[in-house]
C-alpha cells in the first residue's frame, strides 16, 4: 500500500489505524466499485471500505438487476415519457438522458472486462441483464484491485471528519473482524453505502440501514425525496428472496382459493394486514417461459428448491418485506452533475443518493437503480478525484474534527440496547398500515414516538467505539424514518409510490422535490426554496 | 439462515468468514468455522457460492431455524446447488452465460 499506515492510540484508548488517501469511498456495491474505479482511472490513490465484503455485500450482489437501457434510440422517446409518467414528473430529462448514456458506455466496459453475457438472436451480447449478481460483483472487485484501489473488508465506517472550513476530510470507522478502529484522511469522500431497508431481510439487503444519511446529514448535507421511501417487495412468506418480476405470471389468492384481482402489491397488502394469508402460484408462464425463468433468476427457485415445492404447481404463501429506500426513490441530494452533495468534499452515489432526477417517485420495476449506480459512481468518482488533487499539498495538513454526534459517546451510563431499538422503529416502519397505506394520523403518531425515540438515543452510551456499528445502525434507521414520514406528512397528495389515503390524488400544487435534513430538529422544504437561498448565497 | 458447516467436507479455507455480510462466521485455528452469530444471518446464500467444497447449507427460512440432517442434503443434491446453478467451479459454465434473458425478456434487435 503506497498509504503511510501508523498505530495510533485513539482518544478512546483503543489502539487504531490510521491511513491518508486521495479519495475514500464508503460502500462497496456496484456504485461503490464504479466510483473507486473512476476515481483511480484519474490517477487518484482511492481507498473503498465495506460494512461487509465488497464483492458479496449489498442488494446487487444477492439480488442481481435487470439494468435500465434503451437498445434502439427510436424507443427512447417513448421509454423516457413512460417513466416521467410512472414517476409523477419529478425526474428530468437531461439527467435521465445522460444515465442512460453513461449506462450504456459501462456495459460495454463490461463486456470488455469479461462479464459472461448470453447472447441475443444475432449473437451479440445482451447487455441489460446483470442477473448474476454475484458474478457482476466479484468481477468489480478485481476490476477496482486492478486499478491499484485498496479494500478494507468488514470496515463500516462510523462518522465522517471535517477540516476547519466545513469540508468533508475523511472518516472513522472500525474494522470488526480486527476488533480495531481506523482513521482515514482523504482529499474526498464518496458516500456509496446502499440505501435503509430497516433490517427487514429483504434479500441482501440487512448491511443497508441508513449509515450515508445519518454520517452526511451530521456533516450538513441534505435529502431529497425521503417521502418515495415506502417500496415492499413480494416473497415466499417463509424466505427472503424478494424478487418480484416472475410474480407477473403469477395468480395469487386467499385462503379458500378466491383469486385476488387485481393481483397488485397494494391489494394484498390490504388483506396481508388483516392477518390473512394470501398465496402465490406461478401459473401463467407457458412451459417454454419457465425453462427460460430457470436460467435467468436462479436466488428465486432456491426457497422453492430447498422445500421440494414447484413455484408453478403448487401454491405457496406470500409475504411484503419493506425495502425502504433501496427500490424507493430517496437519498441524499446531489447539487450538480458531478453528485456532489451541497457540503464540499462529499459526493453521493447509488442508493445513497436520491434517484428522483432520472425516476421521480416510482424508481422500482423497471431498472433505473442499477443503471444509476454504475452511473453516478462514475461520475462521483472522477469529480473526488479532481477536488482532492485541487487541494494540492496541503491535503493531509489539514486539523479534523468528528463530525459523529449520535450513539458514538463512550461510557457505561445509559447504554444503548439494540434489540430494542430495532424493534421500536420497525414497529413504526415496517407495517402497511403506516408505511404503505399512509394517513395523516398514522405518520404524525409514528412520527412524534421517533422523535421521541432520537431524543432518548441521544442520551444514551456505547460501550467501546467499535461495538458502536449497531447502535450507529439504530441511530441512522431512526433518523431516516424521522426524515421519511416528516417528508411524507408535507405531501399532501398522492405521487408515485408515495400514495396518501387521505388525499388520494396526485395535486399539481405539489408538482416539486421535497428536501429534508436536520437531526434534533427534522425540517422540510421544497426544493426551489432552498435552492433560492442557495442561489442567494453565491 | 446458515444452518451447516460440514465438519467432514470443510478444508478451512476460511473464505467464507470472509464473504459473509453480516459477519456470521468465526474462524478456528485449523477447524471449521464455527457459526458465531446466526440470527445476524440475512439468508442471502452469498457463502455457498464462494465455498469451494460445498461444505455450507443455508436453509430458506428468513427467521427460523430448523434441524438439518447432513446425509438427507447431499443425498437430495441441495448441498452446494446454489454455487452449480451460478456455474462456478471447475468446468461449470457460468450461470450468466446460459441465460436465455434475451428471449424472455421479448427483446428483438
Ligand atoms: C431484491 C432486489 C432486486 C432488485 N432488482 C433490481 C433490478 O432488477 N434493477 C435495478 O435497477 N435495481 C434493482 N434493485 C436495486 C439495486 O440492487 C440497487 O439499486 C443497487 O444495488 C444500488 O447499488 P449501491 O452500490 O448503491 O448499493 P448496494 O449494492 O446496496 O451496496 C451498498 C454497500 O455499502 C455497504 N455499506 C453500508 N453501510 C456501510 C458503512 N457504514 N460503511 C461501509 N460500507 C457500508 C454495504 O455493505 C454494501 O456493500 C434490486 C434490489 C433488491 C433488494
Ligand atoms: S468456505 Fe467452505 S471450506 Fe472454506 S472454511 Fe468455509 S465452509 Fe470451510
Ligand atoms: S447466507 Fe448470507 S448472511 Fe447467512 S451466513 Fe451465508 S453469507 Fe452470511
Known amino acids: ?538 | 439462515m446458515i444452518e451447516l458447516v460440514s465438519e467432514s467436507r470443510c478444508i478451512a479455507c476460511n473464505l467464507c468468514v470472509s464473504v459473509c455480510p453480516t459477519n456470521v462466521f468465526d474462524p478456528v485455528p485449523d477447524a471449521a468455522p464455527q457459526i458465531a452469530r446466526q440470527s445476524d444471518c440475512q439468508t442471502c446464500y452469498l457463502c455457498e457460492v464462494y465455498c469451494p467444497v460445498d461444505a455450507l447449507f443455508v436453509a430458506p427460512y428468513a427467521d427460523q431455524s430448523i434441524e438439518v440432517d447432513e446425509a438427507t442434503l447431499v443425498q437430495t443434491g441441495l448441498m452446494g446447488s446454489y454455487r452449480q446453478h451460478l456455474g462456478w467451479g471447475k468446468g461449470r459454465t457460468p450461470a450468466a452465460q446460459r441465460e436465455e434473458s434475451a428471449k424472455f425478456f421479448n427483446y428483438e434487435p
Not at chain 1, 408462464?285 to 404447481?313: C, K, V, Y
Not at chain 1, 435534513?517 to 422540510?524: E, T
Request: aromatic content about 8%; some cysteine; overall charge neutral.
Open chain 1, 1 to 538: 500500500m503506497s498509504i503511510h499506515t501508523a498505530t495510533k492510540t485513539t482518544s478512546t484508548g483503543e489502539p487504531g489505524l490510521t491511513l491518508e488517501t486521495e479519495v475514500l469511498v464508503i460502500g462497496g456495491g456496484p456504485a461503490g466499485t464504479w466510483a473507486a474505479w473512476s476515481a483511480a482511472q484519474q490517477g487518484a490513490k482511492v481507498i473503498l471500505v465495506d460494512k461487509g465484503y465488497c464483492g458479496t455485500s449489498g442488494a446487487t450482489a444477492a439480488a442481481g438487476t435487470t439494468v435500465w437501457y434503451v437498445a434502439d434510440p427510436d424507443d427512447r422517446e417513448a421509454e423516457l415519457h413512460q417513466r416521467e409518467l410512472k414517476g409523477g414528473y419529478l425526474s428530468d430529462r437531461g439527467w435521465m438522458e445522460r444515465v442512460l448514456d453513461q449506462t450504456r458506455i459501462n456495459l460495454h466496459r463490461l463486456a470488455d472486462w469479461g462479464y459472461p453475457f448470453s447472447r441475443d438472436a444475432t449473437g451479440a451480447p445482451y447487455l441489460p441483464s446483470l442477473h448474476q449478481g454475484p458474478e457482476y460483483m466479484r468481477l468489480m472487485r478485481k476490476q477496482v484491485k486492478k486499478a491499484g484501489v485498496t479494500i478494507l473488508d468488514h470496515s463500516p465506517a462510523l462518522e465522517l471528519l471535517l477540516d476547519s472550513e466545513g469540508r468533508v476530510a475523511g472518516a472513522n470507522g472500525v474494522s470488526r473482524q480486527l476488533g480495531r478502529r481506523w482513521t482515514i484522511r482523504a482529499g474526498a469522500v464518496i458516500l456509496a453505502s446502499g440505501g435503509c431497508a430497516f433490517l427487514s431481510k429483504t434479500l441482501g439487503c440487512n448491511v443497508l440501514t441508513g449509515d450515508g444519511y445519518l454520517m452526511a446529514a451530521e456533516a450538513g448535507a441534505h435529502l431529497s425525496g425521503m417521502e418515495f421511501s415506502n417500496v415492499y417487495g413480494l416473497s415466499p412468506a417463509f424466505a427472503t428472496v424478494t424478487k418480484g418480476a416472475y410474480y407477473r405470471y403469477a395468480t395469487f389468492t386467499t385462503e379458500d382459493g378466491s383469486v385476488v384481482e387485481p393481483g397488485d402489491r397494494r391489494t394484498i397488502a390490504r388483506i396481508l394486514v388483516k392477518q390473512q394469508p394470501v398465496y402465490a402460484r406461478i401459473d401463467k408462464a407457458s412451459p417454454e417461459e419457465q425453462q427460460w425463468m430457470r436460467t435467468i433468476q436462479h436466488n428465486f427457485f432456491l426457497p422453492f428448491e430447498r422445500l421440494g415445492l414447484d413455484p408453478f404447481t403448487q401454491r405457496f404463501p406470500v409475504t411484503l418485506r419493506l425495502e425502504g429506500t433501496v427500490r424507493g426513490s430517496g437519498g441524499l441530494r446531489v447539487i450538480d452533475q458531478t453528485c456532489a452533495t451541497s457540503v464540499p468534499g462529499l459526493y453521493a452515489a447509488g442508493d445513497a443518493a436520491s434517484r428522483e432526477l432520472i425516476c421521480g417517485g416510482a424508481s422500482g420495476g423497471g431498472s433505473p437503480n442499477a443503471a444509476w449506480a454504475s452511473a453516478s459512481g462514475c461520475w462521483s468518482g472522477a469529480a473526488a478525484a479532481t477536488f482532492a488533487r485541487q487541494l494540492g499539498a496541503g491535503i493531509h495538513h489539514r486539523s479534523l474534527q468528528p463530525a459523529g454526534q449520535t450513539a458514538l459517546r463512550v461510557g457505561n451510563q445509559n447504554p444503548i440496547n439494540p434489540a430494542e431499538m430495532i424493534q421500536a422503529v420497525q414497529d413504526e416502519v415496517l407495517p402497511y398500515d403506516r408505511n404503505l397505506f399512509r394517513t395523516e394520523q398514522g405518520l404524525s403518531a409514528s412520527l412524534e414516538r421517533l422523535h421521541t425515540l432520537w431524543d432518548y438515543l441521544r442520551h444514551q452510551t456505547v460501550a467501546s467505539f467499535d461495538r458502536a456499528v449497531q447502535a450507529r445502525e439504530v441511530a441512522a434507521m431512526v433518523a431516516t424514518a424521522r426524515w421519511m414520514y416528516a417528508t411524507a406528512l408535507e405531501r399532501k397528495e398522492s405521487r408515485g409510490m408515495h400514495q396518501h389515503e387521505d388525499y388520494p390524488d396526485l395535486d399539481d400544487n405539489y408538482q416539486y422535490r421535497l428536501l429534508s435534513g436536520g437531526l434534533d430538529r427534522v425540517w422540510v422544504q421544497p426544493e426551489q426554496a432552498v435552492s433560492n437561498r442557495e442561489f442567494v448565497k453565491l
